[in-house]
């Protein structure tokens, strides 16, 4: 045999071994106690849709090196303690009911794939407080569909709907419920120990009227016994004496004795029937007066938790009407200030096109004055000359001379003090030239020179 064909049989050889060591490598048992979760490309469902994992738990399966990877899920029993507080019963009462839940992964193939696709990777205590936040919710809805007379008397049917809600959501994560054990429920109110005295009392005054009565038919048969005694004695007697003519006082003394022991025991049991009924009925009261001061408690339990429920309610409720109120009050003046911005905007822009309309008017005056802005400015009061003399007139318009009375007396320059008078209120009214001189004009020559310039002429 060549070295050649040695070879390749060595190599072949080496290949199927390194083969045959991969495979027996990437086989993989589960063991009973997990669940082994195999991920990767693990194929298709029967209706077409992709796997996102395969369970096994219990046997063995080869994983795909590159294509496949796997983790294990562990089966060991969670056991979660459940301190229930403050949950609100169907008659508004609080009860605190402390319990423990034992929960564990299902090994049913549906609640398997669950657990592959919402558990794995997580660690046990993040497994508990997600059981646990499951099992707070759907403990508080069972005891908020139930009376407390009923989760307290029948235990069996409160733990049969805790189990039937709880089991059912945790199916969702994959986890299944072993166990329930409530500890003990209680309350703030003490209405679970109102019943429970309320029970203990019922059952001691029924005992106690148990025993009165067996006592009261002792007495009554003892009675009975010693009635039935005397009377054969008595009747003993009277056959014994009966023979002798000269026993008749005897004889009535006899019976006159059997009817003394017939009324004494008569007497015996009427009193001994009285006094047994007497305590009965005693007991009884006190029992109905324990059950009445029970049942007040509760009723004013049960008027206090409604009156602090609506408080709470009518507290939330104007709480939420002075929210609104203070949303409405801040969107109506935000739209106020919208409304008087807009206003002030728009009479800005009135006011900005006045000034831009009376600033062009005023170059338009300039431009005909020739550039020259005093000249403008003579144009201008020219055109008001009209409104400037209207006013001068008007400041005399309403004098009534009718009602001036003066002495005339003359003066040194032979002149009338009356037109003195009119002449001095027309110089109290500003003179024309004047009013043109503060605007910068001359009074023109045709209407007459200035007074300081007639009397430098005639001078």
């Keep these: 045999m060549s070295p050649f064909v040695i070879g390749l049989i060595t190599v072949i050889a080496l290949l199927f071994f390194t083969l045959l060591i991969l495979v027996i490598s990437r086989f993989r048992k589960c063991p009973s106690d997990k669940i082994m979760v195999i991920y990767g490309k693990v194929g298709s469902n029967n209706d077409g849709t992709t796997r996102s994992a395969r369970c096994v738990h219990g046997g063995a399966s080869f ?42 992964i299902s090994t049913e193939p549906t ?4 657990a592959a696709e919402r558990l794995l ?10 059981a646990k936040d499951i099992i707070l919710g759907q403990l508080r809805l069972v005891i908020a569909t139930m009376d407390i007379e009923e989760i307290n008397a029948d235990r069996d049917k409160f733990l049969l709907a805790v189990s039937g809600n709880v089991e059912s959501e945790l199916k969702k994560i994959g986890l299944r419920l072993i166990n329930v054990n409530v500890t003990d429920i209680n309350d703030e109110s003490g209405y679970i120990e109102a019943l429970g005295k309320e029970a203990a009392a ?25 009635m039935d005694q005397r009377v054969q004695v008595a009747d003993a007697n ?18 006159a004795s059997r009817r003394e022991v017939e009324a004494d025991a008569l007497r015996r049991a009427t009193a ?24 007040a408690d509760k009723e004013k339990a049960t008027l206090e938790a409604d009156i602090i429920v609506q408080t709470e309610i009518n507290r939330k409720r104007i709480e939420i009407e002075a929210l609104a109120e203070a949303e409405r009050a801040k969107i109506r003046a935000q739209g106020e200030a919208e409304a008087i911005y807009a206003k002030m905007e728009a009479e800005a822009r ?38 400037l003399v209207k006013t001068q007139v008007e400041a005399i318009k309403n004098l009534k001379f009718d009602k001036i009375t003066v002495w005339d007396g003359g003066s040194k320059d032979g002149t009338s003090a009356t037109a003195n008078f009119a002449s001095s209120l027309m110089k109290s009214i500003p003179p024309m030239n004047d009013l043109f001189q503060m605007a910068g004009m001359d009074l023109p ?7 300081s310039e007639e009397s430098g002429s005639e001078e």
């Design 63 to 104: 994983v795909w090196p590159v294509f496949q990877a796997y983790e294990y899920l562990d089966l060991t029993p969670i056991s979660i303690s459940v301190d229930l507080r403050n949950a609100l019963s169907r008659q508004n009462i609080r009860i605190d009911v402390p319990s423990r839940f034992t929960v564990g």
């Design 111 to 114: 609640i398997m794939q669950n």
């Design 121 to 130: 990777g997580l660690k046990l205590v993040e497994i508990q407080e997600l």
């Design 202 to 226: 019922k059952a001691i005054n029924d005992a106690k009227r148990s025993v009165a009565e067996k006592d009261r038919d002792g007495a009554i048969g003892q009675a009975n016994a010693n």
């Design 238 to 255: 009277a056959k014994a004496i009966q023979g002798e003519n000269n026993a008749q006082a005897e004889i009535s003394q006899s019976n």
């Design 272 to 295: 001994a029937e009285k006094i047994a009924a007497a305590q009965a009925l005693q007991e009884a009261y006190a029992a109905e007066q324990a059950a009445e001061a029970a049942r």
């Design 350 to 387: 009135g006011m900005e096109i006045q000034l831009v309309k009376q600033a062009a008017g005023l170059a338009e005056i300039v431009r005909a004055a020739g550039g020259d802005p005093s000249q403008a400015i003579k144009l201008m009061i020219a055109d008001k000359l009209e409104e």
């Design 445 to 451: 020559e045709y209407l007459g020179k200035p007074h």
